[in-house]
């Protein structure tokens, strides 16, 4: 290896210093030595996540972090984007043994004909590497309440509110975390014009309570034909999650959930380290939990 790529190397490594390189490259391992989460069996909410081969130790953390504080019991089903290892699925089985665990050739089998009378779905699910957010959560979810949920989120204490709405029969709304700001494909005017209803502010599609019978196909295949819809690849699936609730029902989590890029966890119950701050969930969001005694108590 020459000079330069060592040197670049070393910046990489340290570029957010030395206590996010402590964290990330030594503690975060260290959730592997904590005991597995065997009780995942409540289908009165399943929990679904999308994890792949850099972020599966992050998912631990998720994971472990909410069953821990929430002391629920949701089942769980987990699905592979298509690069996770055998090694990686077998310790995320271990940890988590009443878990499903999907992966990419399994849900294609499946999810693939689902799609085959819509064929705007069926393009976007083949081409969009988090498409399988939408309709494979749809598809395999065994519970008529969804905990959509990212792999970059830390639970610090109980999310009382987000499980008050989960576990309220007369809730009938989708809730999900706020966004910094609105981040879709399409454009309010255009959703009001075309669809004929409004289209809700700052959905961030990382966590939050979704309805089942909200992940319609014949929506979904519908909102495909907005123009330009198929737009910023990071920003498709959340348009597409903002437009199923928006139609369905939707409010926003409280502002303790909201997505902030400034300040720290300040009392809240979670944070979503996005990927502008994907630095903090180890220098911050890992770093609180260790010092609290976090691992102590697994």
């Known amino acids: ?3 330069g790529s060592l040197v670049l190397k070393f910046k990489q ?4 210093g030395l206590h996010t390189a402590y964290y990330r490259d030594t503690v975060r391992y260290k959730i592997l030595n904590s005991r597995p989460i065997v009780n995942t069996c409540d289908l009165s909410c399943e929990i679904h996540v999308l994890t792949y081969a850099n972020d599966w130790l992050n998912l631990i953390w998720t994971l472990k972090s909410f069953y821990h504080f ?4 949701y089942a769980l089903c987990i699905h592979d984007d298509g690069t996770l290892t055998q090694q990686n699925i077998a310790t995320l089985q271990y940890h988590f043994p009443n878990a499903r665990i999907i992966d990419k050739k399994q849900a294609d089998n499946k999810v693939l004909p689902l799609l085959s009378s819509y064929p705007r779905c069926l393009e ?3 081409n969009n590497h ?4 939408v309709f494979d959560f749809g598809a395999y979810l065994e519970s008529d309440r969804m905990l959509l949920l990212d792999s970059d ?9 987000l499980l008050n709405r989960i576990e309220n029969p007369d809730y009938q709304l989708n809730t999900l975390n706020g966004d910094v700001a609105s981040s879709y494909t399409v454009e309010p005017e255009e959703v009001k014009t075309h669809l004929g209803f409004d289209l809700a502010e700052r959905v961030n599609s990382g966590l939050g309570l979704i309805h089942k019978r909200s992940l319609s196909f014949d929506w979904i295949e519908e909102f495909l034909g907005l123009p330009d819809i198929i737009g910023y690849f990071w920003r498709i699936e959340q348009t597409i999650y903002a437009l199923c609730s928006s139609r369905f029902g939707v409010e926003l ?8 890029l400034e300040g720290s966890i300040n009392g809240s119950p979670c944070r979503h380290y996005v990927g502008k701050i994907r630095h903090l969930m180890y220098s911050e969001g890992i770093r609180h939990l260790v010092q609290n005694k976090f691992l102590k108590e697994l």
């Open 1 to 3: 290896m020459s000079i």
């Open 13 to 16: 490594k340290y570029e957010h």
């Open 70 to 73: 929430s002391q629920r019991q």
């Open 124 to 126: 976007f699910r083949k």
């Open 130 to 133: 988090l498409s399988p957010k």
């Open 153 to 161: 989120i830390l639970f610090f204490a109980a999310p009382t509110e």
């Open 253 to 260: 989590l409280p502002p303790a959930y909201d997505v902030h």
